[in-house]
């Protein structure tokens, strides 16, 4: 059950409209790291937790917040279409200025959402679920997790660089804060687990189950050597086996030869070479 406060998480009111930022402002509303790829990944994980009370309210606590970030985002993206310049479409293939500032908005803003935000991203690709994880297994999980909220920041980062709207950035850089935050959680969390469990997810596959003469190796696959140079190429690995570096990797399979398709296939004949 969840419950709507009328009140925003933090302020979203930029200093000026500004419908080109505002298209710009939607990746991290409707991307695929965006609040509500994150917001979803979270409930689904915490709604999917068996058994363990204390990830799961870490992981509801967490997916709650960032419905509140797709509400300011929203909102502040909607207070940056305010008296977006619509009534300048005919001057705007007279103008070039003009032009230019009606050909990088988001014109969905106007004729489908009627200056409000969309679940898209910048470009205008619609939001997708298949962005989000949650796999039933918490260690898998968090990993995801710290990821999807370091390219989050990283997304939020570059956003702040690219405006100088005062209003703007006080929220971007609360949302940076707060990545910080859900990155710092989620290494503690897969810093627990891992003491539990083990650095290999999942822990639970049988040793039988893996030819472990290969677990622990890397292999040089691509021009140059300097890979070799790496702590993963020798030592020990944060599972406590020895690491090994194979600089011309060994064969193991054959050359793969495919029976002829049957008639009814209608493939292309086998040819003599020449």
Same mark, same amino acid.
């Given at each position: 059950?969840?419950?709507?406060?009328?009140?925003?998480?933090?302020?979203?009111? +930029?200093?000026?409209?500004?419908?080109? /930022?505002?298209?710009?402002?939607? &990746?991290?509303?409707?991307?695929?790291?965006?609040?509500?790829?994150?917001?979803?990944? /979270?409930?689904?994980?915490?709604?999917? @937790?068996?058994?363990?009370?204390?990830?799961?309210?870490?992981?509801?606590?967490?997916?709650?917040? $960032?419905?509140?970030?797709? $509400?300011?985002?929203? @909102?502040?993206?909607?207070?940056?279409? *305010?008296?977006?310049?619509?009534?300048?479409?005919?001057?705007?293939?007279?103008?070039? =200025?003009?032009?230019?500032?009606?050909?990088?908005?988001?014109?969905?803003?106007?004729?489908?959402?009627?200056?409000?935000? =969309?679940?898209?991203?910048?470009?205008?690709?619609?939001?997708?679920?298949?962005?989000?994880?949650?796999?039933?297994?918490?260690?898998?999980?968090?990993?995801?997790?710290?990821?999807?909220?370091?390219?989050?920041?990283?997304?939020?980062?570059?956003?702040?660089?690219?405006?100088?709207?005062?209003? =703007?950035?006080?929220?971007?850089?609360?949302?940076?804060?707060?990545?910080?935050?859900?990155?710092?959680?989620?290494?503690?969390?897969?810093?627990?687990?891992? &003491?539990? &469990?083990? =650095?290999?997810?999942?822990?639970?596959?049988?040793? $039988?189950?893996?030819? @472990? &003469?290969?677990?622990?190796?890397? /292999?040089?696959?691509?021009?140059?050597?300097?890979?070799? @140079?790496?702590?993963?190429?020798?030592?020990?690995?944060?599972?406590?086996?020895?690491?090994?570096?194979?600089?011309?990797?060994?064969? /193991?399979?054959?050359?793969?030869?495919?029976?002829?398709?049957?008639?009814?296939?209608?493939?292309?004949? +086998?040819? *003599?070479?020449?």
């Amino acid at each position: 059950m969840f419950f709507h406060k009328k009140e925003l998480q933090f302020h979203a009111k +930029p200093d000026k409209p500004d419908p080109v /930022y505002a298209k710009q402002l939607q &990746e991290i509303l409707g991307g695929q790291f965006g609040e509500i790829s994150v917001a979803m990944q /979270y409930l689904f994980q915490g709604w999917n @937790t068996r058994e363990n009370e204390k990830y799961k309210d870490l992981i509801m606590d967490t997916g709650t917040e $960032e419905l509140g970030h797709i $509400e300011m985002i929203a @909102t502040m993206i909607a207070r940056l279409l *305010d008296r977006a310049p619509v009534n300048e479409q005919e001057k705007a293939s007279k103008d070039p =200025v003009i032009g230019a500032i009606m050909g990088g908005m988001n014109p969905q803003h106007v004729i489908v959402s009627g200056l409000g935000a =969309v679940p898209k991203d910048s470009t205008g690709v619609p939001w997708n679920a298949g962005y989000i994880i949650a796999s039933g297994n918490l260690l898998a999980d968090f990993r995801a997790n710290l990821n999807a909220e370091s390219q989050g920041r990283l997304q939020v980062a570059r956003l702040y660089e690219m405006t100088d709207d005062r209003g =703007v950035k006080e929220m971007l850089s609360f949302l940076l804060a707060r990545d910080t935050m859900h990155q710092n959680q989620w290494i503690a969390a897969i810093k627990e687990l891992e &003491e539990k &469990e083990g =650095v290999v997810a999942p822990a639970s596959v049988p040793p $039988e189950y893996e030819a @472990t &003469e290969f677990s622990h190796k890397l /292999y040089n696959f691509s021009e140059g050597a300097e890979s070799a @140079t790496g702590s993963w190429a020798s030592g020990t690995a944060p599972d406590g086996a020895q690491f090994e570096y194979e600089d011309m990797p060994v064969i /193991y399979g054959e050359k793969p030869k495919l029976e002829p398709a049957p008639p009814y296939i209608h493939g292309t004949p +086998p040819h *003599d070479p020449k």
